[in-house]
């Protein structure tokens, strides 16, 4: 959906990507929430990050626009929590192929099935 490639992915727990986001956050920290690292330096961190992400792909602007209410942005990140808490549980009741190994390590190729990002 990224049609304008405005997006880059990039797997936190490979080494040379993860140097990156350090000292700022740890391991933890990214296994967490999603992080968004944006042109001008600056981060953005789970429900906002999601935001961002939206608002970068022409079909989703919209809902990333409505994320950014005042009223969404106050009860947002606290649902956003709760899913990323549970997001392997969600999965499973979704009936969604299961993204993720045991030990946490995620497979974006199963995650999100497509062309492969540039």
């Not at 350090?22 to 944006?38: I, K, N, V």
């Not at 429900?47 to 990333?64: K, S």
Request: glycine share 6%; with cysteine; net charge positive.
């Amino acid at each position: 959906m990224d049609t304008e490639h405005a997006l880059r992915l990039v797997d936190y727990q490979d080494p040379a990507v993860a140097i990156t986001a350090l000292p700022r956050f740890t391991y933890s920290d990214l296994d967490r929430e999603m992080h968004a690292y944006m042109s001008d330096g600056t981060w953005r961190i789970g429900y906002f990050a999601w935001a961002t992400v939206l608002r970068r792909l022409p079909p989703w602007r919209w809902v990333g626009a409505l994320m950014e209410l005042p009223f969404l942005t106050d009860v947002g990140p606290k649902a956003y929590r709760w899913i990323a808490n549970r997001r392997i549980l969600i999965s499973k009741l979704l009936g969604l192929p299961e993204p993720c190994a045991a030990g946490g390590a995620c497979d974006l190729k199963a995650a999100a099935p497509g062309p492969k990002p540039p």
